[in-house]
């Protein structure tokens, strides 16, 4: 029985840690969007990249917007650019 109970936590950490490799990316204009995987995101592009479990303090709401983007790359004035 014990081992039973050793292989589920085994499994239950080993997704949870996929799982938590999410991140929030914003830019500068206050865009922010999930990534699943993490991006090599050139210094230039302005960006700052958060923990999965990253929220913007309530004085800030209206500094910030989620968007939704499909593929790789980052939001610039309102356009989802990809690389």
Do not use: Q
């Amino acid at each position: 029985m014990k081992i039973i109970t050793k292989c589920v936590l085994a499994a239950a950490s080993m997704v949870s840690a996929t799982t938590a490799s999410a991140e929030i990316v914003c830019n500068g204009e206050g865009d922010c969007w999930h990534v699943r995987e993490r991006h090599a995101y050139r210094p230039e592009f302005g960006l700052r990249v958060y923990s999965d479990d990253w929220r913007w303090a309530d004085a800030d709401a209206k500094r910030y917007r989620w968007r939704e983007h499909e593929g790789r790359g980052y939001w610039r004035n309102g356009i989802w650019i990809e690389f």
